[in-house]
T-cell receptor, first 116, second 112 residues
Framework: GAVVSQHPSWVICKSGTSVKIECRSL??????MFWYRQFPKQSLMLMAT?????????EQGVEKDKFLINHASLTLSTLTVTSAHPEDSSFYIC????????????FGSGTQLSVL | DAKTTQPPSMDCAEGRAANLPCNHS???????VYWYRQIHSQGPQYIIH???NNETNEMASLIITEDRKSSTLILPHATLRDTAVYYC?????????????FGSGTRLQVQP
């Protein structure tokens, strides 16, 4: 099946620094990727939709200047958490549309971000 | 997308079949039923999806009632590695490039 690779799997950073998370579709092209966030014991919450070659679309309440998304190629989307603070500590998960008719979402393994 | 309702938790004995129910009474004719699962600290994993016919793959079987108002995911021989949160999601066929909306799912605990 289709594989989505997400890197790094975990990161610890100091407050005020920026962190970049990469999401790659390894064996298929993904014109659309999605970024989710998950807090402990909660479900996944969609943050933004990333379209190759165009600006990302953010969900209500998600700051676009804080969570920078770049989708410069058909196989790579990046999420940069700028000036991270402890409240940004969370599990970040990317996903990509795939399948014969883009009917399935394939997910990366997630990135656990801890901001000190 | 239609709302889905799942029990918050279930237990299953190892080696037995795990039957996970999902209610989607307001599902429309063009909405598929998708099942994903999330093992602790990992990204969700696609299991199976279907429209109205029962479906089976190497992981599970999906049984959809004739009126499509509910479905059951069946793991035929549950193992300890099947312990996870299972999400049932309704999603339209012609939704374009939209994400999946996750509810709270069912936490399945497979007991040795």
């Amino acid at each position: 099946g289709a594989v989505v690779s997400q890197h790094p799997s975990w990161v610890i950073c100091k407050s005020g620094t920026s962190v970049k998370i990469e999401c790659r579709s390894l064996d298929f092209q993904a014109t659309t990727m999605f970024w989710y966030r998950q807090f402990p014991k909660q479900s996944l919450m969609l943050m933004a939709t990333s379209n190759e070659g165009s600006k990302a679309t953010y969900e209500q309440g998600v700051e676009k200047d804080k969570f920078l998304i770049n989708h410069a190629s058909l196989t790579l989307s990046t999420l940069t958490v700028t000036s991270a603070h402890p409240e940004d500590s969370s599990f970040y998960i990317c996903s990509a549309l795939g399948g014969a008719t883009n009917e399935k979402l394939f997910f990366g393994s997630g990135t656990q971000l801890s901001v000190l | 997308d239609a709302k889905t309702t799942q029990p918050p938790s279930m237990d299953c004995a190892e080696g037995r079949a795990a039957n996970l129910p999902c209610n989607h009474s307001t599902i429309s004719g063009n909405e598929y039923v998708y099942w994903y699962r999330q093992i602790h600290s990992q990204g969700p994993q696609y299991i199976i999806h279907g429209l109205k016919n029962n479906e089976t793959n190497e992981m599970a079987s999906l049984i959809i009632t004739e009126d499509r108002k509910s479905s059951t995911l069946i793991l035929p021989h549950a193992t300890l590695r099947d312990t996870a949160v299972y999400y049932c999601i309704a999603r339209g066929v012609n939704t374009g490039r939209r994400a999946l909306t996750f509810g709270s799912g069912t936490r399945l605990q497979v007991q040795p």
